[in-house]
């Protein structure tokens, strides 16, 4: 007989973000005591406020700011890895900004693909917390990220995730692995039967979400008037 976990909800937090149940199935990662499974993939503290993920990562398409990682971090109250550069921010930057991020209470840090093995090295010598070292493609050289100092691996491979996370598993049996996991149950499946310890989950945007309250909202009006 399977265990009863009570489910225990308010009202006001009811409707909120919840992640594919099947993310449960993957071994997760145990960083500073704390098992982590699931996390989201988002910078919108709304929905990071109303999501029941383990953790967030928090990557944006900009220069990192620490009072953007501030913000992110004192609105969650699940553990934050931010992301610090590696790709269009580069060098000394990226390193002042990692330790920023420690100060400040993220519990990792992200390092962009493009990140060179020299200022992964440095990132390491300087900070306490783990290093995600974001991995695109299973033709990258995954032996010298770890030997530069990366804690986790994160795979982003769109398609090919599942394949790449197999490839490296094939050969790093133990290292803590991080994947996208897509938008359905089965692509998240897939990528934990390839290995994966935890999984990363995009969730819809809060416009497309109060796009769908509000059409909800009109169909409601709509068959008011027509009972009238």
Not at 113 to 140: G, K, L, Y
Not at 148 to 160: E, F, H, P, Q, Y
Request: aromatic share 6%; proline share 6%.
């Amino acid at each position: 007989m399977g265990k009863i976990v009570p489910d225990i909800r308010g009202t006001l937090r009811n409707h909120m973000i919840e992640l594919p149940k099947v993310i449960s199935e993957a071994s997760g990662i145990r960083i500073f005591g704390k098992r982590l499974k699931s996390f989201v993939f988002s910078t919108d503290v709304a929905v990071i406020r109303n999501t029941n993920a383990d953790a967030v990562i928090a990557v944006y398409p900009f220069t990192p700011q620490p009072v953007i990682t501030q913000a992110l971090v004192l609105a969650a109250d699940v553990p934050v890895f931010c992301g610090v550069g590696g790709g269009i921010t580069t060098g000394k930057r990226v390193i002042n900004l990692a330790l920023d991020a420690e100060f400040k209470g993220a519990m990792g840090v992200v390092l962009n693909n493009p990140t060179s093995n020299e200022v992964i090295r440095q990132v390491r010598e300087t900070i306490d917390i783990p290093i995600i070292v974001t991995v695109v493609s299973e033709f990258e050289d995954i032996e010298a990220r770890i030997e530069a100092g990366a804690t986790i691996l994160n795979v982003s491979g769109a398609k090919r995730t599942s394949e790449i996370v197999k490839k490296i598993r094939e050969n790093h049996p133990d290292f803590p692995i991080i994947a996208t996991g897509g938008p359905t149950d089965e692509s998240i499946k897939a990528v934990i039967e390839a290995g994966a310890n935890a999984v990363t989950y995009t969730p819809p945007a809060a416009s497309e979400i109060m796009r769908r309250l509000m059409v909800n909202y009109r169909e409601k009006y709509k068959d008011e008037m027509s009972d009238n």
